[in-house]
């Protein structure tokens, strides 16, 4: 007799019947496939015991695991746990799940665009202070290497109008100590707005500047090293 021979598996009759789906509806979002072990997701939910929410946001009361699944099969959707405290029964919620996290996607890459595109203004006076000014530097440093852009303003008040050279020659210093940092598209512009010198500075080294910066610096070497 041959004993390696194996009988064909047969489903056991008094094991639970597996949950039927109404017409039109979807099976649950990971039915025919395991759940990674960190999404408390469907049978990937380890609590024997949830305090469950429906689709509609009817609290359910306290249900045990299987029994929770078993609602968002009949509804064709997923059983998933939203909140867990310790000492408590996890708060769970019948719900689509792909479309919960197509939401949740859509809805951190609009905080990130939203992030990328605030505007930060710092003002300056055309004489201001050293100290003043490289604190300035600093917070444009800062807002740029977190993504954001940096609107600078110097204004000029009354018979201040004739130092309009100065602003310009202070936007343009301001710029040349953040080209590893930001670049403006525009640059200094040639006329005052109104009163007022502005540029717009975005995220990102000015590689013109920093390149031009890296030849006259290799130059200025060369010549020293000739008069050496």
């Given at each position: ?141 800062e807002f740029l290497s977190k993504g954001k852009n940096v609107k600078l303003n110097i204004t000029l008040r009354g018979r201040e109008a004739q130092h309009a050279d100065l602003a310009k020659k202070l936007a343009e210093r301001f710029l040349e100590d953040l080209m ?49």
């Amino acid at each position: 007799m041959n004993n390696n021979f194996k009988r064909p598996y047969q489903p056991s009759s008094q094991g639970p019947s597996r949950p039927s789906f109404p017409p039109g509806s979807r099976p649950p979002f990971n039915r025919g496939r395991r759940n990674k072990p960190n999404i408390p997701l469907n049978e990937g939910i380890r609590a024997h015991t949830l305090r469950v929410i429906d689709e509609e946001g009817n609290n359910l009361g306290e249900l045990s695991r299987d029994a929770a699944l078993a609602k968002a099969q009949e509804v064709g959707l997923d059983i998933y746990v939203v909140s867990e405290k310790p000492g408590e029964a996890p708060i769970a919620k019948i719900m689509d799940y792909g479309k919960y996290k197509y939401e949740l996607s859509k809805k951190e890459k609009g905080q990130k665009k939203n992030t990328a595109g605030e505007l930060k203004e710092l003002k300056m006076h055309y004489n201001i202070g050293i100290g003043d000014y490289n604190t300035r530097v600093k917070q444009a440093k800062e807002f740029l290497s977190k993504g954001k852009n940096v609107k600078l303003n110097i204004t000029l008040r009354g018979r201040e109008a004739q130092h309009a050279d100065l602003a310009k020659k202070l936007a343009e210093r301001f710029l040349e100590d953040l080209m590893h940092d930001g670049h403006s598209d525009s640059g200094v512009p040639d006329r005052m707005q109104g009163r007022s010198i502005m540029i717009f500075i975005s995220p990102g080294a000015d590689k013109v500047k920093v390149k031009k910066a890296k030849e006259l610096k290799e130059l200025q070497d060369a010549a020293d090293n000739a008069e050496l």
